[in-house]
């Protein structure tokens, strides 16, 4: 990944977020407590996914 997108692949405001690019990439949203995982092929196949994990209290 480049280094320009990794501060343009997610945004956030105090409780939603925003996928702005579709790349391999992990965000650990600390202030929500979650880690959130982006899969991709592309541009092999048009196969994307997203997977979150919630922090255990």
Request: with cysteine.
């Amino acid at each position: 990944m480049h280094r320009v997108y990794a501060d343009t692949i997610y945004s956030h405001d105090a409780d939603t977020l925003w996928v702005n690019l579709f790349i391999p990439s992990e965000l650990k949203w600390q202030a929500m407590g979650v880690t959130i995982r982006q899969e991709t092929g592309l541009p092999l196949n048009n196969i994307c996914g997203t997977s979150g994990a919630e922090r255990k209290s």
